[in-house]
């Protein structure tokens, strides 16, 4: 599993609400991302980081920001929650080598 | 803007049968991934494909690769219920090599 986890692990939220999503890992990877997963497009890229405090935004960042002051943890924070935001979060990491990404259990998050 | 399409986006077949799912990209990529996921699951790894011609084959499974073409194509043989599941193919294109997803293939496989 790569020792990926998200916390919470569900969530719901009114809108307006900040919510902050969490990734932690444990094998010391340097890139991470955030994708969510809609019904009807796959996952798309939200943010990714290259490294501590470098990172940068992806296909649908509009609405989210995020934050790595550690390289086990990858933050995502939706300033204020809207319900075109109720999604299914996950993480991911690169390996190096092949590149091949290992996804995180997910965070089911629902704007109300 | 790379994309990334898959079809079938359904598909319901019997036990045994032989079926493939195709995943055309739009620019060029060298690295081609399938996913594999099961209903309120993460993804699970299947299959990474890195040049042209690569042929990558687990069990029932087998994926191919066509940069040429923007092709690659994941066939079941002899389908089992077990592989009834959602499957994506993902291609390197993003910023630090993020994925670029198609919108996956439900696969039901009845009895």
């Known amino acids: 599993d790569a020792g990926i986890t998200q916390s919470p692990r569900h969530k719901v939220t009114e809108t307006g609400t900040p919510v902050t999503l969490r990734c932690h890992q444990t094998?010391?990877?340097?890139?991470m991302y955030w994708y969510r997963q809609d019904p009807g497009h796959g996952l798309r890229l939200i943010h990714y980081s290259y490294g501590v405090k470098d990172t940068d935004k992806g296909e649908v960042s509009d609405g989210y920001s995020v934050s790595r002051s550690k390289t086990e943890d990858f933050l995502l924070t939706l300033e204020s929650a809207t319900s075109s935001q109720t999604s299914v979060y996950f993480c991911?990491?690169?390996?190096?080598?092949?590149?091949?990404?290992?996804f995180g259990p997910g965070t089911r998050l629902t704007v109300t | 803007e790379l994309k990334v399409e898959q079809n079938p986006l359904f598909l319901s077949m019997q036990e045994g049968k032989n079926y493939t799912i195709y995943c055309n990209y739009s620019?060029?990529?060298?690295?081609l991934y399938w996913y594999r996921q099961d209903p309120g699951k993460s993804l699970e790894s299947l299959f990474v494909?890195?040049?042209?011609?690569a042929v990558k084959q687990e069990g029932r499974l087998m994926a191919s690769l066509d940069t040429k073409a923007r092709l690659s194509t994941l066939h079941i043989t002899a389908a089992v219920h077990d592989l009834s599941a959602t499957y994506f193919c993902a291609v390197e294109g993003g910023g630090a090599d993020g994925l670029t997803f198609g919108k996956g293939t439900h696969l039901i496989i009845q009895p």
């Open positions: 494909l890195l040049s042209n011609g």
């Open positions: 094998e010391n990877h340097r890139y």
């Open positions: 620019t060029t990529s060298d690295r």
């Open positions: 991911a990491i690169r390996k190096t080598g092949a590149g091949e990404q290992y």
